[in-house]
């Protein structure tokens, strides 16, 4: 049956588009305080691998000075973290460029940043890092503004994808790279049934465990769930403009890297 035009998916359930964010807010309020420890309980430590994939796309420039330019001259090299959270990915970017790198993390989740800003600071990146409050589907940000833009494990999250993938193309300057971390599908016979498992009974145990939340990681096996192919995703990033689209599998296709340039 198909969806009636004003609802979407949270997890397994049909709710109204204006319904689905707050509902995911409560998720991630209920989870930030605990949410880095439950990503490495949950994908034993996998995740920062899949998160390494994706920062070696970025490929940050390390220097950016050019001959007979002083570094002051030079642009920095800019990346925007839709649904950054407690800031991972910036970070990652961050560490892996030069001394030119900045980035700025949007999330719509203050409790979520408020961890992100003291990880920063903990870190000594809290001049390199900027952490704003924001709704991936209208972004408080210029056109043209950014040279990469990434969202890892935070578009199925938003209730209106098309418009986010809209507003990420708005802000990448031209030549800029878009790139998309998230959950996909198993595709391989034996290791289908062991993820489908594991998901639904180890992770929610695992979140009423050490969040206290069962619900909030049964949401999150069952959006991944819901969440489009690779191909048809492939399809939503071109229809909002992306070019030379192209996705990679990773882990059995636990999680897919799905790539796209503004041209
Ligand atoms: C699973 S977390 C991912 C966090 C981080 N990117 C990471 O990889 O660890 C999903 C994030 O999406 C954020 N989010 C959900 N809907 C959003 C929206 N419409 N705009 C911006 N962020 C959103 C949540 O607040 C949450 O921090």
Redesign the pocket.
């Known amino acids: 049956m198909p969806l009636p035009r004003d609802h979407t998916h949270f997890g397994f359930q049909e709710v109204p588009f204006e319904r689905k964010?707050g509902m995911?807010?409560d998720v991630?309020h209920s989870v930030a305080p605990r949410?880095?420890l439950m990503?490495d309980l949950m994908s034993g430590g996998l995740?920062r691998g899949w998160?390494d994939a994706l920062v070696t796309a970025i490929n940050a420039p390390r220097e950016r000075r050019t001959a007979g330019h002083a570094e002051a001259n030079v642009r920095p090299f800019t990346l925007l973290?839709?649904?950054?959270?407690?800031g991972?990915?910036a970070f990652r970017v961050v560490e892996a460029g030069g001394s030119g790198t900045r980035a700025t993390v949007?999330?719509?989740?203050a409790d979520?940043l408020a961890v992100g800003r003291a990880r920063a600071a903990g870190r000594g990146l809290g001049d390199a890092i900027t952490f704003v409050e924001?709704?991936?589907?209208a972004l408080p940000l210029p056109d043209r503004s950014y040279d990469a833009v990434t969202?890892?494990?935070?578009i199925r999250?938003?209730?209106r994808i098309a418009e986010?993938l809209g507003e990420a193309h708005r802000v990448l300057r031209i030549g800029g790279r878009f790139l998309c971390?998230e959950f996909s599908t198993v595709d391989v016979p034996g290791l289908a049934a062991l993820y489908d498992f594991y998901s639904f009974n180890v992770i929610p145990a695992l979140g009423r465990a050490v969040t206290e939340d069962a619900e909030a990681y049964r949401y999150?096996v069952e959006s991944i769930r819901r969440f489009p192919r690779p191909g048809a995703f492939a399809e939503m990033m071109r229809a909002a403009g992306f070019a030379r689209v192209s996705f990679q599998r990773m882990s059995g296709g636990i999680v897919a890297l799905h790539s796209g340039w503004r041209l």
């Open positions: 964010q995911v807010d991630f949410y880095d990503n995740h998160k973290d839709l649904a950054g959270g407690t991972d990915i949007v999330d719509i989740n979520m924001g709704n991936a589907e969202i890892a494990f935070g999250n938003v209730p986010a971390l999150l």
